[in-house]
């Protein structure tokens, strides 16, 4: 299999750019309708890293195709349903986003990330070394480095401008952020769909440690699921078959390359550090047998 053609940033000349993000270039269509194409780059520590990881945006798009038709069930997505040739027609443009672009409704996003946490791991233990909670929820004594919480916990961040980190914020803030109702719905569908895929996930010999989801609405008040679902990159995924307590298990998502960049003599702001050739391929290899896993045993 001759390994996938890189793209680091894409470039459309039939449609207008709307924004490109740490990941992915979003596109307008028209009034209802926008193209997202996600690339091969990658940040890490909020810094976009120079070299692309080959492959990497074509298997975020599958994962979070294949989550987002598993999952309606619990709550409709932004796909629109719409094939790229007819809103790219030219077949050589068309080629360098195959595989890695979306046609989705525009909606408004909601000014959250939705963050939800199954074991205590990253930040999270950091937290509860330091005061016994994770984001202000308390928890029990005694938990070790990678344990399974007792009960699967919802830790919202407030969405930060570009460059910047986002903040961990209370349930209660974002009640006065986007109101009582609307708050309570994103928290009990990031639930119910963290529970059902890490269901799944398990069966595959994945475990899903954390994720964090975005929503939006339309313009009748409608939640819909937007962005990605459940990916490497918005996720901590890990071998079930390595996994113990007290240890932070090896992943199939970006942890490695953080891990690699800890080893580094980087203040961790831009301009990022390149990566390895070897670096680089590793990381593609784990994104690329996650979803092996995930989409292809269903």
């Not at 080959?54 to 798009?61: A, D, F, M, R, Y």
């Not at 525009?106 to 909670?133: C, F, H, N, T």
């Not at 914020?169 to 309570?184: H, I, K, R, S, Y």
């Not at 269901?199 to 964090?212: H, M």
Request: proline share 7%; net charge negative; aromatic share 8%.
């Amino acid at each position: 299999m001759t390994a996938p053609v890189a793209l680091y940033q894409s470039s459309l000349s039939s449609l207008k750019l709307r924004t490109r993000g740490k990941v992915r270039d979003i596109y307008d269509v028209d009034d209802n309708y926008m193209l997202i194409v996600t690339t091969d780059r990658l940040s890490a520590f909020d810094v976009i890293l120079p070299d692309p990881i080959p492959g990497k945006g074509h298997v975020l798009t599958s994962i979070s195709n294949f989550w987002f038709n598993k999952l309606q069930n619990i709550i409709p997505n932004h796909l629109a349903g719409i094939p790229l040739e007819q809103v790219v027609p030219d077949a050589v443009e068309r080629a360098q986003i195959e595989g890695r672009a979306i046609v989705v409704k525009r909606l408004k996003p909601l000014p959250v990330e939705a963050i939800v946490r199954g074991y205590l791991i990253g930040s999270g233990w950091k937290d509860y070394q330091k005061s016994g909670a994770v984001c202000g929820i308390k928890l029990p004594e005694g938990l070790q480095q990678a344990q399974q919480l007792p009960e699967v916990i919802y830790t919202p961040s407030s969405k930060a401008a570009a460059g910047q980190h986002d903040e961990n914020v209370t349930f209660e803030q974002t009640v006065a952020l986007m109101g009582q109702d609307l708050a309570e719905k994103v928290r009990d569908a990031s639930l119910k769909l963290y529970k059902e895929a890490a269901v799944y996930a398990k069966e595959r010999g994945i475990i899903i440690a954390d994720t964090k989801f975005e929503f939006g609405v339309d313009e009748t008040g409608v939640l819909y699921l937007i962005d990605e679902a459940l990916t490497p990159d918005s996720s901590r995924f890990w071998p079930a078959d390595q996994y113990q307590v007290g240890v932070s298990p090896p992943s199939f998502d970006k942890q490695y390359i953080r891990d690699y960049l800890e080893t580094l003599d980087w203040d961790k702001t831009a301009p990022g550090p390149s990566l390895p050739p070897e670096v680089a391929a590793y990381c593609a290899e784990k994104y690329r047998e996650a979803e092996i896993r995930l989409t292809q045993n269903s």
